[in-house]
């Protein structure tokens, strides 16, 4: 059950980080910031923790808002 609480507050603040990206991004930026979005896969957990994919939640939220990927 404490799961499903954390899992709702994570996916009510990516939704606030989006919603906060959206207002204070222009379209045109919008769009430029995933101009060359990339997926990257790192194996060994010390460099996963210095690694990045990317893409955050909130940009994982906004391409399946658009469609362009699916949860």
Not at 9 to 24: A, E, P, R, Y
């Amino acid at each position: 059950m404490l799961g499903d609480t954390h899992d709702k507050k994570t996916v009510i603040d990516d939704g606030l980080s989006l919603k906060s990206w959206l207002c204070n991004t222009p379209l045109y930026l919008q769009l430029q910031w995933f101009d060359t979005v990339e997926n990257v896969d790192v194996s060994v957990k010390l460099k996963r923790r210095r690694w990045t994919s990317g893409i955050t939640a909130r940009d994982a939220l906004y391409l399946e808002k658009l469609g362009v990927i699916l949860s």
